[in-house]
T-cell receptor
Framework: ETGVTQTPRHLVMGMTNKKSLKCEQH?????MYWYKQSAKKPLELMFVYSLEERVENNSVPSRFSPECPNSSHLFLHLHTLQPEDSALYLC??????????????FGEGSRLTVL | GQNIDQPTEMTATEGAIVQINCTYQTSGFNGLFWYQQHAGEAPTFLSY????GLEEKGRFSSFLSRSKGYSYLLLKELQMKDSASYLC??????????????FGTGTRLLVSP
């Protein structure tokens, strides 16, 4: 596999469920990101990890819990979500989080619907 | 605060030229990116500008004026497959010394025959 892969591609969950989104990058990058994409809104940065250390938590509610066990894997654990959390969740990676270009490579996204 | 503005939607005809503008007001600036996103797909990198001027890459060119907080993406010889959203994003520094990309809402381009 190449690039950035995300699973599941689609997820429907109730407000009391607990689920996780998974992201894996095969590019040898050192930084990984979670973004939220809602209709008619800009991509919103949620979390940044550099070499498995969280370097940014962009005022995200605690019902979203990230985990980065190694530089190739990133998870987003979800619990007691609200309907307004329904969105496309995009994972991305870059060579590093402090580099000059910071070009991001995105996964296809996980489309989340909260009922 | 961070503010990045782009038109919501544009339409153009196959074979034509279209210019998508982006203005930004950000706390810090380390470069500007343009990404293309087809419906239901991941955003993909198009261009990067850090110095003033025009960067040309095939049918696509991107311009930057740092003093004006302004950029545009120029698409020539439009093809139907260019119908997509075009995202303008600015790199800003974090307090931790790392960087992040701040995105605009994106411009949805519709190319008609």
């Amino acid at each position: 596999e190449t690039g950035v892969t995300q699973t599941p591609r689609h997820l429907v969950m109730g407000m009391t469920n607990k689920k996780s989104l998974k992201c894996e990058q095969h590019l040898g990058h050192n930084a990984m990101y979670w973004y939220k994409q809602s209709a008619k809104k800009p991509l919103e940065l949620m979390f940044v990890y550099s070499l498995e250390e969280r370097v940014e938590n962009n005022s995200v509610p605690s019902r979203f819990s990230p985990e980065c066990p190694n530089s190739s894997h990133l998870f987003l654990h979800l619990h007691t979500l609200q309907p307004e959390d329904s969105a496309l969740y995009l994972c991305a990676s870059s060579q590093d989080a402090g580099g000059r270009t910071g070009e991001l490579f995105f996964g296809e996204g996980s489309r989340l619907t909260v009922l | 605060g961070q503010n990045i503005d782009q038109p919501t939607e544009m339409t153009a005809t196959e074979g034509a030229i279209v210019q998508i503008n982006c203005t930004y007001q950000t706390s810090g600036f380390n470069g500007l990116f343009w990404y293309q996103q087809h419906a239901g797909e991941a955003p993909t990198f198009l261009s990067y500008n850090v110095l003033d001027g025009l960067e040309e890459k095939g049918r696509f060119s991107s311009f930057l004026s740092r003093s004006k907080g302004y950029s545009y993406l120029l698409l020539k010889e439009l093809q139907m497959k260019d119908s997509a959203s075009y995202l303008c994003a600015v790199t800003v520094g974090l307090n931790t010394g790392f960087q992040k990309l701040v995105f605009g809402t994106g411009t949805r381009l519709l190319v008609s025959p």
